[in-house]
């Protein structure tokens, strides 16, 4: 993915007719997801569930499960989705003292709303769209300008009002119906949970299992069926989600400082699993040049 606004991707709209089922992919994330769909034929799968997505639905995603979906052939498939960096939203909320709004992210089971007001989902529709023009206006900013500084604080500010709204509708039992909330998911968002707290210390599966007193074995197999991937696999990504936030938000941070922090054994193991995972290695990843960083506001794949 290319970034755009501190970790905040929008795919606005996007329409696709003549595409192919391979086309699309079960896939899961390290970053927090809402996903619009518009119109279209569309089934949604969120681990082992599949939903038939109406008009206006909207998902609320930690991204950790596998998600996917899977279009009919032939039909218009419009959607909206916007993606973000929960490391980069948390520096910004707790500093608001409001860190609640990120509740219905925070639980794996994920969250869908249906039936939202018309009023309620045309004032979603009207943010979207003022943060998908401003950044817009942000890609073609003049480079360390007053004006690209103003947008990014304006876009910031259209982002926590989306995410007020969204915490506002998740509460309300009419319109959200958790998906997948059984109890073999909540032993795996205890697992996430717990490593959110603690990616930064060194572990093994035999530590985690014995604090969250479960087997470790049991714990395997169910986080990799849940998730898709591994416990270790998770907690990588959540180091690099770290190291990542670290680079780009403190620039006065050495590499090894940054590794040690987000939880890696020394600076050359950082580097290791960082351009593995990101196909660049963290000094280029802080050095590289802001046009190029800015030059797509678009995720990059496939949803």
């Avoid at 707790?94 to 249906?114: A, H, K, S, Y």
Wanted: proline content about 3%.
């Amino acid at each position: 993915m290319n970034k755009s606004i501190e970790n905040l991707y929008l795919y606005y709209r996007n329409v696709d007719v003549n595409f192919r089922k391979s086309d699309f992919f079960v896939h899961s994330h390290d970053y927090f997801e809402i996903y619009m769909f518009h119109k279209g034929d569309c089934k949604y799968l969120i681990n082992d569930h599949v939903i038939q997505l109406h008009e206006n639905d909207i998902i609320v995603m930690n991204g950790s499960a596998l998600h996917g979906p899977t279009p009919t052939e032939g039909q218009p498939y419009e959607r909206t989705v916007i993606e973000f960096s929960p490391e980069w939203m948390r520096s910004i909320i707790n500093q608001l003292n409001v860190p609640e709004i990120l509740t219905p992210f925070d639980e794996l089971g994920n969250i869908l709303l249906r039936d939202i007001d018309l009023q309620k989902f045309e004032e979603i529709q009207s943010l979207y769209q003022k943060i998908y023009i401003k950044q817009l206006n942000l890609k073609n900013s003049a480079k360390q300008s007053i004006e690209k500084r103003m947008l990014k604080g304006e876009i910031t500010t259209l982002f926590i009002e989306l995410l007020f709204i969204i915490y506002e509708l998740s509460k309300s039992k009419l319109t959200s119906m958790p998906i997948g909330n059984t109890h073999k998911m909540k032993h795996v968002n205890k697992v996430i949970t717990w490593i959110d707290y603690h990616y930064h210390q060194p572990l093994t599966l035999d530590e985690i299992s014995a604090q969250l007193h479960i087997s470790k074995y049991y714990m395997s197999r169910i986080f990799k069926d849940v998730t898709g991937i591994t416990v270790m696999q998770y907690m990588m990504q959540r180091r690099l989600l770290r190291s990542k936030y670290l680079l780009e938000m403190h620039p006065e941070k050495s590499i090894l400082d940054i590794a040690l922090e987000s939880g890696f054994e020394s600076a050359s193991h950082f580097s290791r699993k960082f351009r593995k995972h990101y196909q660049i290695t963290p000094s280029e990843y802080r050095n590289r040049d802001e046009k190029d960083s800015n030059s797509n506001t678009f995720i990059n794949h496939f949803y």
